[in-house]
C-alpha cells in the first residue's frame, strides 16, 4: 500500500509538458536582432547604445516588429562580440547605464514589444576571476 501511495504522489507532482506547435506565439511573431554597438548612436560617440535603440523603437515597431533582441549588452572586453560576459548584472557602460536599461524594458512594452536578450552561459570573459561568481 505505501508503494502505491508513492507512485500516486509521484505522478500527481510529475506532470509532463505537452506543447501545442501550432499555438506556439513565438512561430507567429516577427523578431529583430539588435547588435547594439552598431544600431544606432545617441550621443555621437561613434558607438551605439541603449539611448540609440530607444531612439529607433517607433520604427522598428512600424516595421512590424513584434521582439527585439538584444545582442549581449552586459559588462564585457569586447573580445567576442559582447559574448565573452564578465558581468551578468551590469551594463557594458559604453552601451549605457542600468537605468537606461530599465527605460529601453519600458519603452519596448509601452509599444507592445516583447524583448529577448541574448545570454550565454557556456562561457565567461577572461577577466572573470576564480572567485567571481560567474566562473
Not at 36 to 61: A, E, H, T
Request: aromatic share 12%; proline share 4%; net charge negative.
Amino acid at each position: 500500500m505505501g508503494s502505491q501511495n508513492k507512485e500516486a504522489q509521484a505522478s500527481y507532482l510529475y506532470k509532463p509538458m505537452v506543447l501545442d506547435l501550432d499555438r506556439v506565439w513565438w512561430r507567429e511573431i516577427i523578431i529583430y536582432e539588435v547588435y547594439v554597438q552598431s544600431f544606432q548612436d545617441s550621443n555621437n560617440d561613434g558607438i551605439g547604445d541603449l539611448q540609440g535603440v530607444i531612439q529607433r523603437l517607433d520604427y522598428l515597431k512600424w516595421l512590424g516588429v513584434d521582439m527585439v533582441w538584444l545582442t549581449p549588452i552586459y559588462e564585457s572586453p569586447l573580445e567576442d562580440q559582447g559574448y565573452d560576459i564578465a558581468n551578468y548584472k551590469g551594463i557594458n557602460p559604453m552601451f549605457g547605464t542600468m537605468k537606461d536599461w530599465e527605460q529601453l524594458c519600458d519603452e519596448i512594452h509601452k509599444r507592445g514589444m516583447k524583448l529577448m536578450m541574448d545570454m550565454v552561459f557556456n562561457h565567461t570573459s577572461s577577466q572573470v576571476t576564480q572567485t567571481s561568481p560567474f566562473k
